[in-house]
T-cell receptor, first 117, second 111 residues
Framework: DGGITQSPKYLFRKEGQNVTLSCEQN?????MYWYRQDPGQGLRLIYY???????QKGDIAEGYSVSREKKESFPLTVTSAQKNPTAFYLC????????????????FGAGTRLSVL | DAKTTQPNSMESNEEEPVHLPCNHS???????IHWYRQLPSQGPEYVIH???SNVNNRMASLAIAEDRKSSTLILHRATLRDAAVYYC????????????FGQGTRLTINP
């Protein structure tokens, strides 16, 4: 089954701690995205990557970092510099020409809910 | 990024049609109109998209105004499983394809 897997489903962060959220896709998609969603709000873009070993900041990148060493993986680290990390985090991928599904549709994972202890 | 305006909430009854409006008066000639929906505690899922002509798929229909400044997502026979937040988004034809999500329309379906 092709899809996007986010783990863990729930995550708790202590003060001053960095935590990493996992996002893996087996859709052979080139582009991947990280969004943050606060209660009752729409999604906001944190980082995105259009190709391996390259990524760009989105609208709210401060306090976050990413890497894209493999096509299928795009982990997000929430650093201690992010003072208000409690939110629902969503990862998405998008195929380019020839990939699974229509090329300009984003496919989302089930999300990780991050809370601060 | 071009902006869309949607009602905060709408309500309908099961097995009736639902028309979800979206205004996008600043749309550019190359922007696609995309609709996604988000069920409670899940990631968004794609519903439908179009450029100028009306579109139909197994989930819904998309009616686009002739001047492209508004569009309507049509669910032909709503079920309880259609209760979700529906987002209308403009996607540029070029570039990184970043999606800008507003607050969407929360659709409630009454049994």
């Amino acid at each position: 089954d092709g899809g996007i897997t986010q783990s863990p489903k729930y995550l708790f962060r202590k003060e001053g701690q960095n935590v990493t959220l996992s996002c893996e896709q087996n859709l052979n998609h080139d582009a991947m995205y990280w969004y943050r969603q606060d209660p009752g709000q729409g999604l906001r873009l944190i980082y995105y990557s259009q190709i391996v070993n390259d990524f760009q900041k989105g609208d709210i990148a401060e306090g976050y970092s990413v890497s894209r060493e493999k096509k299928e993986s795009f982990p997000l680290t929430v650093t201690s510099a992010q003072k208000n990390p409690t939110a629902f985090y969503l990862c998405a991928s998008r195929g380019l020409a020839g990939a699974h599904g229509a090329k300009n549709i984003q496919y989302f994972g089930a999300g990780t809910r991050l809370s601060v202890l | 990024d071009a902006k869309t305006t949607q009602p905060n909430s709408m309500e309908s009854n099961e097995e009736e049609p639902v028309h979800l409006p979206c205004n996008h008066s600043t749309i550019s000639g190359t922007d696609y109109i995309h609709w996604y929906r988000q069920l409670p505690s899940q990631g968004p899922e794609y519903v439908i998209h179009g450029l100028t002509s009306n579109v139909n798929n197994r989930m819904a229909s998309l009616a686009i105004a002739e001047d492209r400044k508004s569009s309507t997502l049509i669910l032909h026979r709503a079920t309880l499983r259609d209760a979700a937040v529906y987002y209308c988004i403009l996607r540029p034809v070029q570039g990184a394809q970043k999606l800008v999500f507003g607050q969407g329309t929360r659709l409630t379906i009454n049994p």
